[in-house]
């Protein structure tokens, strides 16, 4: 641990790699931890990214990281494990007992999507299990889709994704879903797996579709925070659980001094260029906050 850095990102991904690309090009002295797992690796490529448009996420990464490290950034492919103060320092650990010490730390190792325990979604998942009409509508349009309630919040999606198919079934797996759009046609019975072709119902039936779409929820990754004793927050919809993620200020400041936060752990429902956008910010903030005076 000799070694100090301005700023310590963990997590490589796009707010990583904008906010670690801001604070380089601020002469400040960054770290960037990656554990190499981006939540969009299944994803054919990212969408409503102006100038990058359908760029495949792997390729996205590739480039912003030849990017950072063109400015200085230096960055390390592990799963951080642990993260603690020490005196002035904020210390980053490794699952193989690495360790860094930095002035600040920005996070943003973002959401994991966790499936409903349905046989056949993690298959499929980002391929033609989709979740987000803005990230995959355009791909599946005018296709018959299935949507698969999660909650009594089902309404919201059938209602949204009309703006793609008219071929939209919604199987209610077993729930009452109020509200459902009359041009959507209700399933009702319980799902007992998906498969590419379509959806099969515990009573045997089955319905045929090319793509399905469900709601996940979205845990926050960041349990190796639990030693800067920083809390997590729940997003609620209607009075439901939906996500947790860590609250911060517009510019990523945390409620921990030195900690700053940008991405899907900030804001959960937001895109890859939103993403992007809250890490330059957060960058632009941390190189302020270590102005002397």
């Not at 494990?81 to 860094?100: E, I, M, Q, S, W």
């Not at 499936?115 to 349009?141: K, M, N, Q, S, T």
Request: charged share 20%; aromatic share 6%.
């Amino acid at each position: 641990m000799s070694e100090r850095y301005d700023v310590i990102v963990i997590g490589g991904g796009a707010a990583g790699l904008s906010g670690a690309l801001t604070l380089a090009r601020a002469r400040r002295r960054v770290l960037v931890l990656d554990g190499g797992q981006p939540r969009n690796a299944p994803a054919g490529g990212v969408h409503n990214y102006l100038g990058r448009e359908g760029t495949p996420p792997g390729e996205l990464l590739r480039i912003g990281r030849e990017e950072a490290r063109g400015y200085g950034a230096e960055i390390v492919t592990g799963e951080v494990v642990r993260a603690f103060r020490d005196g002035d320092d904020l210390r980053a650990v490794l699952a193989d007992g690495t360790g860094f010490a930095g002035r600040r730390l920005l996070v943003t190792t973002g959401v994991t999507d966790e499936l409903p325990d349905i046989p056949g979604l993690a298959e499929g998942w980002g391929d033609w299990v989709l979740h987000c009409p803005y990230c995959h509508g355009w791909e599946v349009r005018d296709r018959p889709v299935g949507i698969i309630a999660t909650s009594a919040l089902a309404a919201h999606p059938a209602l949204l994704w009309t703006q793609w198919t008219r071929d939209l079934v919604l199987f209610t797996n077993g729930l009452q879903v109020p509200g459902v759009p009359a041009a959507v046609t209700i399933v009702e019975g319980a799902v007992a797996k998906v498969e590419a072709r379509g959806v099969h119902l515990q009573d045997g039936g089955f319905v045929p579709r090319e793509a399905i779409v469900v709601q996940t929820t979205l845990a926050a990754r960041a349990g190796f925070l639990d030693g800067l004793g920083l809390p997590l927050s729940t997003l609620q919809m209607q009075g439901l659980p939906v996500a947790t993620y860590v609250a911060a200020d517009a510019m990523g400041r945390t409620e921990v001094p030195g900690v700053w936060v940008a991405g899907n752990l900030a804001d959960p429902m937001g895109q890859v260029i939103g993403a992007a956008a809250g890490g330059m910010k957060a960058g632009a903030a941390l190189n302020m906050d270590l102005l002397p005076g």
